[in-house]
């Protein structure tokens, strides 16, 4: 079965500062990877995606993240934090074509992202 | 832009009631599905709906049961709610293999 692991569950950051949130994952073939925010109260929202070709790939405000095959890792980065990415992160994988994966994502525990001015 | 809906965000029910939890999505999704999100655990899938009138169990189904009669909504039922089902309670709908999220529904079960 597959897995995904963060193993940070609370971060804390400068604003300003560069950020990297870790995700890892389980799974034999390449699965799709998914990384999303949840502000507090509010639902997810989608900061971008992998599924295949390039392996560095780019979202919404300004976050980007890398998919290593050799450390089955899908880090979430930004290079310059603001105080408005204080946030829930919750990084997610889905199967890949065929089955009856319908979509089902499996996720990790979520990090907590605190942004001090 | 997809939207997909929660009837309630904020539920307090008594333990022992009947509780529904509505969700609708405006997409002609096919899939849809209902996590359960609890502090520590991040999501984890109660059931999920392919079709209409078509469901499966998830990770978590114990305590719940779902309906789908119509395409676009999808209901997540507790029998008999009891406390340890307290949580936030999100609805998604898929076009495979992105998923779009409700704003979620935080339950408590008094």
């Known amino acids: 079965a597959q897995s995904v692991t963060q193993p940070d569950i609370h971060i804390t950051v400068s604003e300003g500062a560069s950020l990297e949130l870790r995700c890892n994952y389980s799974?034999?073939?390449?699965?799709?990877l998914f990384w999303y925010v949840q502000s507090p109260g509010q639902g997810l929202q989608l900061l971008l995606k992998y599924f295949s070709g390039d392996t560095l790939v780019q979202g919404i405000k300004g976050f980007e993240a890398e998919f290593k095959r050799s450390q089955s890792s899908f880090n979430l980065r930004k290079p310059s934090v603001h105080w408005s990415d204080a946030a829930e992160y919750f990084c997610?994988?889905?199967?890949?074509?065929?089955?009856?994966?319908?979509?089902?994502?499996?996720f990790g525990q979520g990090t907590i992202l605190t942004v001090h001015p | 832009d997809v939207k997909v809906t929660q009837s309630s965000r904020y539920l307090v029910k008594r333990t022992g009631e009947k509780v529904f939890l509505e969700c609708v999505q405006d997409?002609?999704?096919?899939?849809m599905f209902w996590y359960r999100q609890d502090p520590g655990l991040g999501l984890r899938l109660i059931y999920f709906s392919y079709d209409v009138k078509m469901k499966e169990k998830g990770d978590i189904p114990e305590g719940y049961s779902v309906s789908r009669e119509k395409k676009e909504r999808f209901s997540l039922i507790l029998e008999s709610a009891s406390t340890n089902q307290t949580s936030m309670y999100l609805c998604a709908s898929s076009l495979y293999p992105e998923a779009f999220f409700g704003q979620g529904t935080r339950l408590t079960v008094v």
């Open positions: 799974y034999g073939a390449t699965p799709y």
């Open positions: 997610a994988t889905s199967t890949g074509a065929g089955g009856t994966s319908y979509g089902k994502l499996t």
């Open positions: 997409m002609d999704h096919e899939n």
